[in-house]
């Protein structure tokens, strides 16, 4: 139509041309024609910029012409370009290179043409990481689509590994980067086309290459070996999975990152893979697109994803190039966000960690988070407690019961009389008698809710009174003193917490919603380790721009390191039946993440949740994730190790469904989940 409006303007008279042009319409259609114009040549710039050779890293000339380059010969293909879609006007890349200096180190840049080489220095990535590398030097290496192999032969410098097996099915990168490495004297690299990730078929193709004496040869341990369930620094495996491949029944390219890290832990639990002499840390390139799915910046974004990966495996960012926390962003800016005070604590246990492993910042290399430094607001632990004896977990029982009473009195009609000055300090009085100070500050993040947040703030400080009361408990308890006064404390805690969640809700249903969402939040940061994989962090990673990659791209590099948990039940289900399992029960319970733990499991099967829960131990302990109460549980908040023992009772249930049936249920259940992501939008 605007084409239309441009053709009809050019063949009217010049006299007339004033009276089409002044045609709202025709003006309109006029606009549209030339935002669209501008809008497609500045994706065609961008697009012509992020492939073209960048001067300040040479290699990214030999890749242009390898790809992008003349169109004869084997070069024709890649000359096309990226496929079109629909939806973005070109195809995402089919790969992307690490290609920076700085990034990847000033030495060894081996290309096809000579190069003078200088003296060797670690990049700042291997300097960053060294002191958790140093048990992998001497090990052997497996390579996943090193590329241009920038990357891999820092890795190989600094391991100086006894084997590094180059996994490159790409024949364009052989000649120019391949070869130069395995024709250097004594070298210990080693290369195969065999892939070794693919959105469908690559898992037969490590038992070949781990067989074969000429590659990567690894001795299977025998079932049953505690080494299995340990981790195995003999074996690093490192990788680049911002490449994508087409796949018979689809038009377009496999985005597969999270898909590989999925099936990756599923080698882990079930020692398959690389995995059979042993648990291998894994350090894998990924797009930052999946970053918002791995790396969820709450509790409330927690999926099923998020469950099973932290179920098998720690994972870290150790460089990226996207701000989870940029407030320019438009998919964080939607999200309600943490207070400042709990995001320093975070920070600050990330550094603590990071002393712990004499890890260090290089001179020069920016950290990717600029998160708030502690400062000098109280931040009180609800983990935290003096309580060592029954009489004064009693005592505080009873202080806690007073302060409700004190709340109580002050209900809706009380807290609207007066003038405006009278109510500010009749709440001001009400803030000043929190236990938890924090609980202003996260009260504070539901404005424009609609709910007044001085008194979320009020009755989510009662809440985490509550949780710091379960947690003297189950402190009393293992200690193993007086069954009987354990029961009688136990059903006063639990009496209060009913007594909390009627008067709160009475008093307002949303405001009562909110509360508890603070005294989730403060629990999945708080508790150690963490709910979240980003918050529970081992270090804080690098800053990478976009001109670090070719084509310029944002990448990150991911730390996956196997958790040495046996999910194998004797008897009943083996490790490959368990991931499996794992599977499907993380997807069908977290379906709905609003759910609370006891509605999610009777959605799986009939009177699950009163048999399976208490056969967990744990589900009571809120350290874990637990709660006395399991109906205060989301399924979001469900820990690691909570999970773990969720699975493992479920296997012993006799009344369980089949996985089949689990899967139905699962399914059966999906009209659900547009309710779900309405209502955690709302969030």
Known sequence: MALAAAVHLAATPLEDKWKVIRSTTACYHLRVLIQQSLLRASQLMSRISRFTADTKYPVTQTLFELFHGSSTGSNKSASKGPRKTYKEGFAPDLRNDIVSDSLCGKAYLILYKSWPLTDFLPDDTIKYLAPTLEKHKGCTIIDIHPGASVWSSKF??????????????????????????????????????????????????????????????????LAGDPALRELNPNVLVIGNLGRQYKVAARARSVNFGALILQQFLHAALTNQLFHRSGLVRMMLWVPEAEKYTLFPTSEVYRRSLNVRLGIGSSLTEVVGSVDLYDTADIFYAR???????????????????????????????????????PGDSKLLSPFETAISTWQELEAEIATTKARLAEVRQLDRGDRRKGNPTQKQQREEGMLRGMKYPQCEASGQTFIGSGNNVAWIAIWADLGMRVLNLEVALRQLEEKGE???????????????????????????????????RVVEQQQACLMEPPITALDARAYEPLKATPRDFWPNSEMM???????????EVEGLASKREMSKLCETFCRSLLESTTRTLPEALDR??????????????????????????????????????????????????????????LVLASESSEGVSEEAKEAEVEE
Request: glycine share 4%; proline share 11%; net charge positive.
């Open 557 to 567: 590099l991911l730390d996956m390191v196997p958790k040495p948990c046996d999910l």
């Open 156 to 221: 190989h410098d600094f391991l100086q590994p006894k084997r590094h097996l180059l996994m490159e099915p790409e024949e364009r990168y052989f000649a120019s980067f391949i070869k130069p490495l395995l024709d250097k004297p004594g070298s210990t690299y080693r290369h195969t086309t065999l892939i070794g990730a693919h959105p469908r078929e690559y898992w037969p193709n490590y038992a070949k290459v781990l067989s074969d004496a000429e590659l990567a040869p690894c001795t299977p341990l």
């Open 335 to 373: 999200r309600r966000r943490r207070p400042p005070e709990l995001e320093a604590i975070l920070s600050q246990r990330a550094q603590r960690r990071m002393d712990d492993l004499g890890v260090q910042v290089p001179p020069g290399r920016a950290l990717l988070y600029d998160r708030p430094k």
């Open 604 to 661: 799986l099967a009939p009177n699950a949740a009163r048999d399976v829960i208490p056969m967990v131990d744990i589900a009571k302990d809120p350290r874990k994730g637990g709660r006395l109460n399991p109906h205060r549980i989301r399924v979001r908040m469900v820990s690691d190790e909570l999970i773990e023992g969720l699975l493992k009772a479920w296997v012993e249930w006799p009344f369980k469904p089949s996985l089949t049936d």
């Open 482 to 516: 007086d069954p009987a006064t354990y029961e009688r404390v136990r059903d006063r805690i639990l009496k209060l917490d009913r007594d909390l969640d009627t008067i709160a809700t009475s008093e307002s249903l949303k405001m009562a919603e909110f509360a508890q």
